[in-house]
């Protein structure tokens, strides 16, 4: 199935490596259940899809750009064991680019 988001939303892949699960102690916890907070620099992506309605020259964003977005507003798909997000391109805050 292709995922393909609508209006000014973006789709993310996720970057973080069992995102699903944390061990505490040898414990698993379901990553629903850890506090996220306000920290969004745990959030991190790779676009792979762009709605039609985002205005490029306000978020300068492309396909295979790893960003950064907020903790709100994000749906969480997931597909043949990948892990995506769909967000509003607003909650997109910042591209990590190589030195």
Not at 50 to 57: A, H, P, W, Y
């Amino acid at each position: 199935m292709k995922i393909r988001p609508i209006g000014s939303r973006v789709l993310l892949r996720s970057l973080k490596e069992n995102e699903n699960e944390k061990m505490v102690g040898g414990i698993i916890i379901p990553a629903s259940s850890v506090d996220q907070g306000e920290d969004d620099a745990r959030n991190t992506g790779v676009v792979v899809a762009i709605g039609k309605k985002v205005d490029l020259d306000e978020y300068d964003v492309k396909v295979g750009d790893q960003v950064i977005y907020a903790n709100y507003g994000v749906a969480e798909l997931v597909e043949d064991g990948v892990t995506y997000y769909l967000t509003g391109a607003d909650n997109l805050r910042a591209v990590l680019e190589d030195e």
